[in-house]
């Protein structure tokens, strides 16, 4: 079966425990999408069964650090690994420019048969073809955040599963499209504010799409934060089930 990796669950601060957002979809016939890239995740790939030659893909749903920081370790460690398939990432055109650049900053022209990037450019549009094959149907939706940023709707053609992803946002209508009907929606909860997210809010968007399940994702850890409180805070809004997303978790899509 199909599998969905959380390899960090962490908002911008992250602590021991809890490294910054990303995840695997690990699909039957060979795809393998990284989503975000929030540390160095190899390491964890490895952890749970996956080498790093059968990475295909990665997204980048927006150009914030905590996003995109592990990428340069990623691209050098596949190629010292003696990668030689492309590498295909996908992104809004902000973000692929900016990925572009650093990957300059790193002069990654000098590393000696580095192997090839193709980048797939979307349009900040709703409802965006991302990616389609045997796998995996992946479309992006425009999100409201500090940048341009997209959410992303992943049906699993084995399981015929619906899988939403809010990424960065505050709630708004397109969130609810992606998410419509979703067997399961991972959903930010760093806060409600500018640029982001409450529990109880992405209990409400939850419940406005009719999905079976919600994950709380990119919620506030280290000292001050209380987790657990944020369940209870999206169980106010959503009658369905309710957990934290946790680094290592993974479930069966």
């Keep these: 079966m199909a599998r969905l990796i959380i390899l960090g669950s962490a908002a911008a ?79 809004l055109h902000h973000c692929l420019q900016r990925f572009e650049t650093m990957v300059t900053a790193f002069m990654v022209e000098t590393w000696p048969d580095f192997f090839p990037l193709h980048l797939h450019r979307l349009p900040e549009l709703p409802d965006t073809p991302l990616l389609d094959d045997a796998d995996f149907r992946i479309r992006a939706w425009p999100t409201r955040h500090f940048i341009p940023t997209v959410g992303l709707r992943i049906e699993v053609k084995s399981s015929g599963q619906v899988i939403g992803y809010s990424g960065d946002t505050e709630p708004i209508p397109n969130i609810i499209a992606l998410a419509q009907g979703a067997d ?52 106010a809004t959503f009658g369905g089930p309710v957990r934290l997303a946790q680094d290592h978790d993974v479930f069966s899509i």
């Design 13 to 91: 601060v992250s602590a021991a425990e809890h490294d910054n957002t990303h995840f695997l979809l690990q699909g039957e016939r060979g795809r393998a999408v990284l989503v975000d890239c929030g540390s160095n995740p190899l390491g964890k790939l490895a952890r749970h069964g996956v080498h790093h030659e059968q990475l295909t893909d990665l997204i980048l749903t927006h150009f914030h650090p905590d996003h995109v920081y592990g990428v340069p370790i990623l691209l050098m460690q596949l190629w010292l690994m003696g990668r030689r398939e492309p590498l295909h990432v996908h992104g």
């Design 184 to 235: 399961l929606l991972l959903h930010e909860a760093t806060g409600a504010g500018e640029g982001h997210s409450s529990a109880a809010q992405a209990g409400e968007i939850a419940a406005l799409a009719g999905v079976r399940r919600l994950v709380l994702i990119h919620y506030p850890v280290g000292d001050n934060a209380d987790p657990a409180r944020l369940v209870e805070e999206a169980r």
